[in-house]
Each structure stands twice: as structure tokens, then as C-alpha cells.
């Protein structure tokens, strides 16, 4: 089984500081991807990465950085946090190149204070 | 770019009664389009897709309608049961080398009353 882990499930920062959101998938996969999930408005693409060190904007990077050092290892930076990226930030990885099928991890809870 | 639009955004049915979760998307390059369905405390899983040269797909339970001139599609379950409540998102994508991005819809949460 495809196994996509997310290094905290919750997490509580202060406004300013620099987060750390780190993904890990198990199955040699070249494509990662970085999600936030808010009511109302689904998931939403910040950043994805179809291999090492390349990374390409999704459709809400504004405020994030990622990297991707190791084809298994794909993180996402809050550079400065801000209040109104507290959200749900769901990581995924895909290799299938008929179906493109992600493989989600549980997601992290992130509140910005 | 692509833009997917899902209703409704609740859905309640009494168990063993049909559901059906409508997508509209605005691209007309789109030719993939799966479902994926997200557990509590889970991350979302995919549970059908179809390509737009097939009009519909069935796996046991649910089934997925593509009306490509329309430009929607949708998810049906059959004889819902309680593990179907669920959030259910829908997808579109221009699926050429397999590492196209996927634009999501709004989700559903579907809950099955007993």
C-alpha cells in the first residue's frame, strides 16, 4: 500500500514565525503535491513538484516556498505565518501516468495565533 | 484555467435511498475526471474516474455520467449505506504525461441517516 505520511497532525503557531509542513511518501513516487483545505472552498493547489529540486506554482502559492530534496521527502514553508493561513494542508502523491491517482496523506491542522 | 463548480454542498439520504453529486467544469481541454472521497480524519481517496471518451462508468454501487457537451458530470451511489458519509470531491484534469495537476471541486458531505 501507497503510504503517504505528514509530519504532525496538529500544530499551533504564532504570527511570524517560519513553518515547517513535511511530507513523506513510500513508493518512489515522482509527483508530490501540497493542498490546503478550507469549508466552502475544497481543495485548493499551492505547489507541486514532478521531481527532485523542480517545483511549480499551483493555483494559491502566495505566502509559501516549498522544497524538494529527496524524490520521498516533498515540504512546505510558511515563510512568515499568517492568521489566514490557518487551514487543513494535505500533501498527496502521484505516479500512475494513465489515472495521475494521488495518494493523500491525513493532513495537518495548522492554527495560526 | 479550469474551474469546477459541485453541488450540492450537503447531502442528506436515507439509507438504502440513491445519492447524486453534480459537477460542472469550465475547460473544454479536460478529459479527466475522477471522484475522490474523504473519511473523517482521512485524506481524500479515489473512488471512480472516467475519460471523455466514455459517457459512463460503473464500479458495483457508484457510477459516474460524463456529458461532455454540457461539460458535467456526476457521481451516483446506489442503496447507500452508512459508510458512504463521506466528503465527496470531484475533478478535472488535462490528463496527457500523468503528471497534470487536478483542479477540485467545492466537495460534498453526504450523510447517510439510518
Known amino acids: 500500500d501507497v503510504k503517504v505520511t505528514q509530519s504532525s497532525r496538529y500544530l499551533v503557531k504564532r504570527t511570524g514565525e517560519k513553518v515547517f509542513l513535511e511530507c513523506v511518501q513510500d513508493?518512489?513516487?515522482?509527483?508530490m503535491f501540497w493542498y490546503r483545505q478550507d469549508p466552502g472552498l475544497g481543495l485548493r493547489l499551492i505547489y507541486f513538484s514532478y521531481d527532485v529540486k523542480m517545483k511549480e506554482k499551483g493555483d494559491i502559492p502566495e505566502g509559501y516556498s516549498v522544497s524538494r530534496e529527496k524524490k520521498e521527502r516533498f515540504s512546505l514553508i510558511l515563510e512568515s505565518a499568517s492568521t489566514n493561513q490557518t487551514s487543513m494542508y494535505l500533501c498527496a502523491s502521484s505516479q500512475d501516468k494513465v489515472t495521475n491517482e494521488q495518494f493523500f496523506g491525513p493532513g495537518t491542522r495548522l492554527t495560526v495565533l | 484555467g479550469e474551474n469546477v463548480e459541485q453541488h450540492p454542498s450537503t447531502l442528506s439520504v436515507q439509507e438504502g435511498d440513491s445519492a447524486v453529486i453534480k459537477c460542472t467544469y469550465s475547460?473544454?481541454?479536460?478529459?479527466?475526471f475522477p471522484w475522490y472521497k474523504q473519511e473523517l480524519g482521512k485524506g481524500p481517496q479515489l473512488i471512480i474516474d472516467?475519460?471523455?471518451?466514455?459517457g459512463e462508468k460503473k464500479d458495483q454501487r457508484i457510477a459516474v455520467t460524463l456529458n461532455k457537451t454540457a461539460k458535467h458530470f456526476s457521481l451516483h451511489i446506489t442503496e447507500t449505506q452508512p459508510e458512504d458519509s463521506a466528503v465527496y470531491f470531484c475533478a478535472a484534469s488535462q490528463l496527457n504525461f500523468g503528471n497534470e495537476k487536478l483542479t477540485f471541486g467545492t466537495g460534498t458531505r453526504l450523510t447517510i441517516i439510518p
Open positions: 513508493m518512489d513516487h515522482e509527483n
Open positions: 472516467i475519460r471523455s471518451n466514455v
Open positions: 475547460d473544454s481541454a479536460s478529459n479527466y
